[in-house]
């Protein structure tokens, strides 16, 4: 499915990354442009080792040492402090892992309250936003059990609800479906795409070419380089 949004939400003009390596520099991503619509959902694919996690983290601000222009909703991100790239990424961003990363010592409401904490924000009101996400996403019979206690499919719901409770306007998902059984990892990609129609622009890194065509477009890297763009 072809898509054609009206305001450009993140981009890249000749974006790279290099580490310092063996007395020189290894390059982990090169001139990369990319625009990606507000709306829209996109992945990214590309073999093992190809800058893949690299480009979703500093799509994410988790990582702000590179060259070249990102901006964000406008903003240059190269230019901002390293507190307002925290902010930024906190009001705007939902960030799912392929392992989770829920808090083990939280139960799973607790963890849905997490991103909120950051917000200023009633308690009544927090309480509400947990409540819906818990019976949106059908857990709510789970919201006083530890992560341990949980299957892989739910922990992983848990972090999808996590990631969107605190109304982001774009999700980044690293290989989300990758430590899932198939059904259960079709489960996420319904969530996404359901999220997506909603209006949540959506990116995902994976390897797997169903989910990938789940997407309005993929791009592919080669060891950094972004060598394809296609409709998915
Ligand atoms: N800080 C770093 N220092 C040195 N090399 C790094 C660093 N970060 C990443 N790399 C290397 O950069 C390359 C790209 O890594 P990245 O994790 O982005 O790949 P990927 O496409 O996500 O791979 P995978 O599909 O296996 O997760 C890899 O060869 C990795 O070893």
Known sequence: MSFVSPRTLLRLRGLEKSVPHQGGRLWLLRQIDLDVGEGEFLSIVGPSGSGKTTLLNILGLFDSEFRGEYEFAGRPVGAMKSAQRQKLARDFIGYVFQQYHLLEDLTVAENLEVPLSYRE????????????????????????????????????????????????????????????????????????????????????VTHNEVNARRGHRSIELFDGWMEAVGAA
């Open 121 to 204: 924000l009633p308690r009544s009101e927090r309480k509400a936003r947990v409540a819906d996400m818990l019976d949106r996403f059908g857990i709510v019979g789970k919201k006083g059990l530890y992560p341990s206690q949980l299957s892989g499919g739910q922990q992983q719901l848990v972090a999808v609800a996590r990631a969107v409770i605190g109304r982001p306007a774009v999700i980044l998902a690293d290989e989300p479906t990758g430590a899932l059984h198939s059904s259960q990892g079709e489960m996420i990609m319904d969530l996404f795409a359901e999220l997506n129609a909603e209006g949540i622009t959506v990116i995902q």
